[in-house]
């Protein structure tokens, strides 16, 4: 599960639930080992059920796990060079800003940086395709990718390595502003992120040569 608001939620309903009981089982109406068992149960339907409450993304382009096309890769591989169009929901209560990452997972491509951007307003529940460069939200800061260039740069994975995995991430978090500069690394990236993300969510493009 992706949040922790789930488990906590259940957590606190799994330990007042209990606490009633066992003031019952005090009085001799009710066993106690029977309680922890149901309330057990309970709780991990509780915990299963409430995790669609977790953050979600998407794209109107592709679906999770399908394959992203052929205008949102780089002019190299006969595209556009668009940024693809995301939009997300169920956002944490607290959340200030947000950030952006998509990253290739290949091994090949070692972790290779194809998106990152910060400081996202706290309002803003989508990007339009074609944003970067372009048309970003206001307050929003584009970082430099793997390719050198600041923004988006789309897939153009090497031939014949196969389907490459394009993890597309947006973070919920708990500040208004990061404060990185434009050369920042993706590890540099999640060290700054460690410690403030309220929840994130995920989709995976694929795209190969």
């Known amino acids: 599960m992706e949040t922790k608001r789930a488990i906590v939620f259940a957590l606190n309903y799994y330990q007042g639930f209990l606490e009633g009981w066992e003031i019952r089982a005090l009085k001799g109406d009710i066993k106690m080992k029977w309680i922890k068992r149901i309330t057990l149960c309970m709780f991990i339907v509780i915990i299963l059920t409430k ?5 979600k993304l ?3 382009a592709f679906k999770d796990n399908g ?9 190299g591989a006969g595209g556009e060079n ?13 959340t200030k800003s947000f950030a952006l990452s998509i990253i290739d997972i290949h091994p090949i491509a070692n972790n290779w940086i194809h998106w990152l951007v910060i400081n996202i ?3 803003v529940r989508s990007l339009e395709e074609g944003a970067s460069r372009r048309n970003m939200p206001k307050g929003s800061v584009e970082l430099r990718n793997s ?8 897939p153009q994975p090497p031939r014949g390595t196969g ?8 973070y919920a978090l708990s500040v208004e502003k990061l404060d990185l500069p434009v ?3 993706l590890s540099q990236f999640n060290k700054a992120i460690e410690g403030k993300v309220l929840d994130k969510a995920s989709i995976t493009g694929l795209y190969e040569r």
Do not use: C, R
């Open 51 to 55: 995790g669609g409450f977790a953050m």
């Open 58 to 60: 998407e794209s109107p």
């Open 67 to 75: 394959f992203i096309p052929q205008k949102y890769v780089m002019p």
């Open 82 to 94: 668009l940024s693809v169009p995301l939009k997300w929901s169920d956002v944490p209560e607290g």
């Open 121 to 123: 307003p706290k309002e």
């Open 147 to 154: 390719f050198g260039d600041i923004g988006y740069g789309g």
């Open 163 to 170: 389907p490459h995995q394009y993890v597309v991430t947006i």
């Open 183 to 185: 050369n920042t690394t």
